[in-house]
């Protein structure tokens, strides 16, 4: 039999629980703000964006939204950012991925305050997570560890495949597993024989960005799937990475797109910004 992971349903838990932390905050004489910031007009940044919203609302966590044009320079870019990181009315900055080829992602992040770096994406707290003293977290690993704990899916001693290495979802979730005493092996593009690696995780995750291509074959039987995928195809249905037709009874646990770790990156965005907000006093 294969469990459904509810992600939607784990994550509307999360956040009923975050609307007391944010009044509380409020209640001390602090708004919660969360700036979020997309330049151009990516279709999962669009989903990302119009939820996100609706979750901050529910919560009582302000956003400040910042929608560039796709032509928008490195310069201009650079000098938002850091006029958000001398704002003390912001607690959190999420700038969209990926960025239009003109701006160098790299220099972006670097420019993104650690304090304020609401994807954990900055090299200081790279460096902390790697470490194992894990400060402001990638959203999306953050919320595929939690689903596996509220799943009681052990971790650790576990082969565990990543496919996928990007500093948003592959790499961040490597040290994650590693922290938590799993066996990583991390596959990309130039992996020779994808099959044979992916088929021998425990726990396989897919972060490709490509609908639909890891099939039954890449998978053992038994095996916990993580699809991180969102794709939108041309009909305007929603898809992961990973073809889901046939896996129901092959695999133990799978994550649905939607529904699985889409609205979980979302519970962990809300609970980082009250956390950044929290600390920045
Ligand atoms: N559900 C959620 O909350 C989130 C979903 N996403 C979605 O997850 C997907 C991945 O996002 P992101 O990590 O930012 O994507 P990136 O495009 O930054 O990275 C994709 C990775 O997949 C690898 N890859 C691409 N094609 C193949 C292939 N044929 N075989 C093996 N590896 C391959 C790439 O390898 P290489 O490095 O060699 O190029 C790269 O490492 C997207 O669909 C995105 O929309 C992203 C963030 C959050
Ligand atoms: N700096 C940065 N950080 C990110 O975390 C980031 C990003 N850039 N760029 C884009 C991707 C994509 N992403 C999504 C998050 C949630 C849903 C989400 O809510 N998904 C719902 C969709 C439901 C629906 O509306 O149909 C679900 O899967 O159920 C989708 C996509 C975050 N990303
Ligand atoms: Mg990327």
């Known amino acids: 039999m294969t469990v459904m992971i509810d992600g939607k349903k784990t994550a509307s838990q999360i956040q009923s629980e975050l609307v007391n932390k944010a009044q509380a905050l409020k209640k001390a004489g602090l708004t919660p703000c969360l700036a979020v910031v997309l330049v151009g007009d990516d279709p999962a940044s669009q989903v990302y964006v119009r939820n996100k919203h609706r979750a901050a609302q529910k919560i009582g966590i302000k956003t400040k939204d910042i929608h560039l044009p796709k032509e928008t320079s490195q310069a201009e870019l650079l000098k938002l950012i850091t006029e958000l990181n001398s704002d003390p009315t912001v607690h959190a900055i999420l700038v969209q991925m990926p ?48 689903l596996l704990e509220k799943y009681q899916i052990e971790v650790a001693g576990k082969e565990v495949v990543i496919i996928g290495r990007s500093n948003l979802v592959g790499r961040p979730l490597a040290a994650l597993m590693l922290n938590a005493d799993a066996t990583v092996t991390i596959a990309h593009s130039k992996t020779k024989d994808l099959k044979k690696i992916a088929r021998q995780a425990d726990i396989l995750v897919v972060a490709t960005g490509r609908a639909e291509m890891i099939t039954k074959d890449h998978i053992k039987e038994g ?23 046939d896996l129901d009874g092959y695999v133990s646990y799978l994550t649905p797109v939607p529904g699985g770790v889409g609205p979980m990156t979302i519970a962990m965005l809300m609970q980082q910004t009250l956390e950044l907000a929290e600390k920045s006093r």
């Not at 239009?100 to 954990?120: L, S, V, W, Y």
């Not at 707290?125 to 790697?130: E, K, Q, S, V």
């Not at 939108?232 to 990475?241: I, P, Q, T, Y």
């Open 99 to 146: 960025l239009p080829a003109q701006i160098d992602a790299e220099a972006m992040i670097n420019t993104i305050a650690p304090e304020k770096d609401a994807d954990g994406l900055n090299p200081t707290n790279i460096g902390h997570l790697f470490m194992d003293d894990p400060r402001a977290l990638a959203c999306t690993p953050r919320g595929i560890m939690t």
């Open 223 to 245: 095996a916990v799937v993580i699809d991180v995928g969102i794709n939108r195809l041309a009909d305007g249905r929603l898809v992961g990475d990973v073809a889901q037709g």
